[in-house]
């Protein structure tokens, strides 16, 4: 049972450009939640999504965007990238009836 | 809002000795559920042990305990018999059905051998 996985595990951009990140959860799962771990830090809440909506969006501006296919698997997109959104930001899946997160290794991003 | 504090960060503790990690969490709600989670250097979070709100028992996990107080808004994670592979980052979380997961800032612990 393929657990979530996340992909590229490492980038570096340099400010001002955009970046895409990719998750595919869990086998069963229908809710995907993504993280911005500062060095650190805890994760931050950036959103969730679930039958390819937007349930849930903590404090981000809207450079952060994302998407939920019909196959679950879900995309974080961030544009005009500044130091600042260095981080690993981390996806996780789960299931909505239950909500227990399921976190994959992450994508590191380096903003130069 | 939810606020998580793990006063802590950064504790060590002897192999297979047992050491106590802090959690105070604030929250209005009478319903939720408490995480830990570990994030060893892999980066992958792994759960650890979770606790719901109504149940009055401490949950365990084989050498993982909680000494959960609801009245004073205390999740205390206690590791029995430590090894070397305890060594992560530790993070107390807190969730309710609405709400998304709120994670503290960490106790990075080291068991040493």
């Known amino acids: 049972d393929a657990g979530v996985t996340q992909s590229p595990t490492h980038l570096i951009k340099t400010r001002g450009q955009q970046v895409t990140l990719r998750c595919s959860p869990k086998?069963?799962?229908?809710?995907v939640s993504w993280y911005q771990q500062a060095l650190g830090q805890g994760p931050q809440f950036i959103f969730q999504?679930?039958?390819?909506?937007?349930?849930q969006r903590g404090n981000f501006p809207d450079r952060f965007s994302g998407h939920q296919f019909p196959n679950y698997s879900s995309e974080l997109n961030v544009n005009a990238l500044w130091l600042g959104d260095s981080a690993l930001y981390l996806c996780?899946?789960?299931?909505?009836?239950?909500?227990?997160?399921?976190f994959g290794e992450g994508s590191r991003l380096t903003v130069l | 809002a939810q606020t998580v504090t793990q006063s802590q960060p950064e504790m060590s503790v002897q192999e297979a000795e047992t050491v106590t990690l802090s959690c105070t969490y604030d929250?209005?709600?009478?319903?939720?559920?408490l995480f830990w989670y570990k994030q060893p250097p892999s980066r992958q979070m792994i759960l650890v042990i979770r606790?719901?709100?109504?149940?009055?028992q401490n949950a365990t996990e084989n050498r993982f305990s909680v000494n959960f107080q609801k009245a004073a808004k205390s999740f205390s994670l206690k590791i029995s018999d430590s090894q070397l592979g305890d060594t992560a980052m530790y993070f107390c979380?807190?969730?309710?059905?609405?709400?998304?997961?709120?994670f503290g800032k960490g106790t990075r612990l080291s068991v040493i051998a």
């Open positions: 996780a899946s789960s299931l909505v009836t239950t909500g227990e997160l399921f």
């Open positions: 086998s069963g799962h229908d809710t």
């Open positions: 999504y679930y039958e390819e909506e937007e349930r």
């Open positions: 929250t209005s709600e009478s319903n939720y559920y």
């Open positions: 606790q719901e709100a109504y149940k009055q």
């Open positions: 979380a807190f969730m309710t059905g609405s709400t998304p997961l709120v």
